[in-house]
């Protein structure tokens, strides 16, 4: 079964500072990728989803993710946080194999500083 | 024009009672989802229908029932609640079941 680790619970950064949000995942193929933002009491938005290709892909908001096979990483990137940016961000992995059913990792929350 | 819906927003009830909550999307997808999430946000599927068919059912209480009318609709309803189900039950909708679609979210207090 896949899963999906999100090292880092909390993570606080400066406003235009950059950041990086890191996601391990465990699944024997490639499965999708995806990271989600939730805002403090909203729903999920989709930020950016990773099939094949490409692995630099780009989402909405400025944030970027790479696909590293090697290391069963989607690391998130934004080089220039805004306040805006603070929410939780969670990485899920998508096995077609399995419905397509999203297993998520436990998030990680980010706070931004002034 | 809001693409996946739930309602109600909020729900505070009693143990022991019944509830349903309800889920619509407009945007055409045959896949609907439906998901938990606890206090310590973890997020977790609990069941997923592909135009109308029950497709994934996680390990679930049989007191948690689906129920597809159409592909446009997928209803939750709960039978003799339970403290542990206070979470937020989150809606999600796919067109191909590549990506997700979430809806606002149901937050479920049991008191």
């Known amino acids: 079964a896949q899963s999906v680790t999100q090292p880092d619970i909390h993570i606080t950064v400066s406003e235009g500072a950059s950041l990086e949000l890191r996601c391990n995942y465990s699944?024997?193929?490639?499965?999708?990728l995806f990271w989600y933002v939730q805002s403090p009491g909203q729903g999920l938005q989709l930020l950016l989803k990773?099939?094949?290709?490409?692995?630099l892909v780009q989402g909405i908001k400025g944030f970027e993710a790479e696909f590293k096979r090697s290391q069963s990483s989607f690391n998130l990137r934004k080089p220039s946080v805004h306040w805006s940016d603070a929410a939780e961000y969670f990485c899920?992995?998508?096995?077609?194999?399995?419905?397509?059913?999203?297993?998520f990792g436990g998030g990680t929350r980010v706070l931004v500083k002034p | 024009d809001t693409a996946v819906s739930q309602t109600p927003k909020y729900l505070v009830t009693q143990m022991g009672n019944d509830k349903s909550i309800k889920c619509e999307q407009n945007?055409?997808?045959?896949?609907m989802y439906w998901y938990k999430q606890d206090s310590k946000k973890f997020l977790k599927i609990m069941f997923s229908?592909?135009?109308?068919?029950?497709?994934i059912n996680e390990t679930v209480p049989n007191r948690f029932s689906p129920k597809s009318p159409d592909k446009a609709h997928l209803n939750l309803h709960i039978n003799s609640l339970e403290l542990g189900d206070s979470a937020v039950y989150f809606c999600?909708?796919?067109?191909?079941?590549?990506?997700?679609?979430f809806g606002p979210g149901t937050r479920l207090t049991v008191l």
């Open positions: 999600a909708s796919s067109p191909t079941g590549e990506w997700q679609f």
């Open positions: 699944y024997g193929a490639t499965p999708y």
């Open positions: 990773y099939f094949s290709g490409d692995t």
């Open positions: 899920a992995v998508g096995v077609k194999a399995a419905g397509n059913k999203l297993t």
């Open positions: 229908y592909n135009n109308k068919e029950l497709i």
């Open positions: 945007l055409g997808h045959d896949t």
